[in-house]
């Protein structure tokens, strides 16, 4: 009986041991898995980086949302009219929040008749505008300069 019972105590390190390792492991995967999951960002349209970066409005639209609104990134996609994501879309560029922009025609910018407009002064509504800004956080894709001009990121 004592044989057995020291037999049984002897296996606790051991057991405490593979147990550390599994856990370990485990973390180490889920980590791993997570590094790329925040991120859901496609690249850019070069056109569509062109036309905001060849256009001196657009740079100060973007200085304006780097230094009063605080964002460094945006997400550049192609928008509907009713500002879903469609490859024949036009242009815009959506500045990443987790909430709506106070002033809601930072919120957004589309590409529509020759310049750049805020995507709220098209009839997107607020709650389509807040929607664009939080899928943006896990998909910007450009960097915003502090001269307010893009670079892509991905």
Known sequence: MEADRARGEGLGLPIAVAATLLLAGLVA????AGADSG???SPPAPECVSLWNGDRRALGDGSHNRQSHGYVEAQVVRLDRAGNPSSGGECAVVFPAKTLDPESFAAAKIHRAGGWQPLSATGVGDGRLAE???EAVGAANVVLRPDGSLEPSV
């Open 39 to 41: 991120r859901d960002a």
């Open 29 to 32: 995967i889920v980590l791993l």
């Open 132 to 134: 664009l800004q939080l």
